[in-house]
């Protein structure tokens, strides 16, 4: 069962990239969108082709917008705020009873309304999948003699109260679960790299948003054998990388100078049956679908 996660910078860039022959090719049960950036009134349906889809837009123009899709309908769809749709193959998009933010830890009521997570039961397997986008942050340094930027100091503060929530808010989504009799698999755009391994020029970037040893050890409090499970890590313990994104700037992708951002963190039980996993790196640079490639993880279920 292949089930993948893909940042895709914005669904209309994506489906002139290439993503609608991707999405076919790899033939996916599930797949995890993040940064669809469209309006529910101006979606190009068709790249969804035979899925199932569970989307919330959020309310930000252009910006953030999360996506599930599945090959058969769900039991349930869970969302943090109130604009979430589905639809059915050539169907239209309808409104979910969304959740509203009174179910969120209080940090990360502020985020509810911006597209930022949705979650389905699948129908077919006791599995709870989600799909997160993390904010991207800033670094609260300052060049030597220099002032902090508070508008990178807010982002940042604005990102630590992000982490601060979800990781109690994925504590309650993985138990939640598991009272169901499901396993709980999150995937997605998290924007941390979580060890040296995760990105080529770890040195240098150890002040960098994304690379902050805060960062860094708030994502180390959320994964362990017992909770939630670094499935591509556990598949490849000792690799550089697979690496996901790749700034669009200089030569980066020709390079390899990448990070690894875009997680599968499955509980134990789920983690323990995936079976090969990593990025779907394009071939150059001329045939990438977004800067971020896609993650697949395959388990056998």
Not at 120 to 129: G, H, R, S
Not at 210 to 233: A, N, Q, Y
Not at 241 to 261: K, L, M, V
């Amino acid at each position: 069962m292949l089930i993948a996660t893909h940042n895709v910078n914005g669904i209309r860039a994506a489906e002139r990239r290439g993503f609608t022959g991707w999405r076919a090719a790899r033939g996916c049960a599930v797949i995890g969108l993040q940064e669809v950036r469209c309006p529910i009134d101006r979606l190009p349906l068709d790249v969804f082709g035979d899925y199932h889809v569970a989307y919330d837009p959020g309310v930000l123009a252009g910006r953030n917008g999360v996506a599930l899709l599945t090959r058969e309908p769900v039991a349930a769809i869970r969302s943090w705020g109130s604009q979430a749709v589905s639809w059915a193959p050539q169907a239209t998009p309808t409104p979910v009873a969304g959740d509203d933010t009174t179910g969120l830890t209080r940090k990360l009521r502020q985020f509810g309304a911006e597209g930022r997570y949705i979650e389905v039961d699948l129908t077919d397997l006791p599995l709870t999948v989600a799909s997160v986008y993390i904010p991207k942050g800033d670094t609260p340094y300052a060049p030597r003699g220099a002032e902090p930027d508070p508008a990178a100091v807010a982002r940042y503060n604005r990102k630590m109260a992000f982490l601060s929530g979800f990781a109690r808010q994925l504590g309650r989504a993985r138990r939640a679960a598991l009272a169901r009799g499901r396993d709980y698999l999150v995937m997605g755009d998290f924007n941390i790299a979580h060890t040296n391994r995760d990105l080529r020029n770890w040195r240098s970037n150890q002040t960098a948003a994304g690379f902050l040893p805060v960062e860094r050890d708030w994502f180390t409090s959320i994964v362990s054998p017992r909770t939630l499970v670094d499935v591509v890590r556990h598949l490849h313990p000792d690799a550089e990388g697979p690496y996901s994104w790749w700034s669009w700037r200089e030569q980066a992708f020709d390079r390899d100078t990448g990070w690894r951002i875009d997680y599968h963190l499955a509980t134990p039980r789920l983690a323990g049956r995936a079976r090969t996993g990593g990025t779907d790196r394009e071939s150059n640079r001329e045939s990438r679908i977004s800067d971020h490639a896609p993650v697949v993880v395959d388990y056998e279920i």
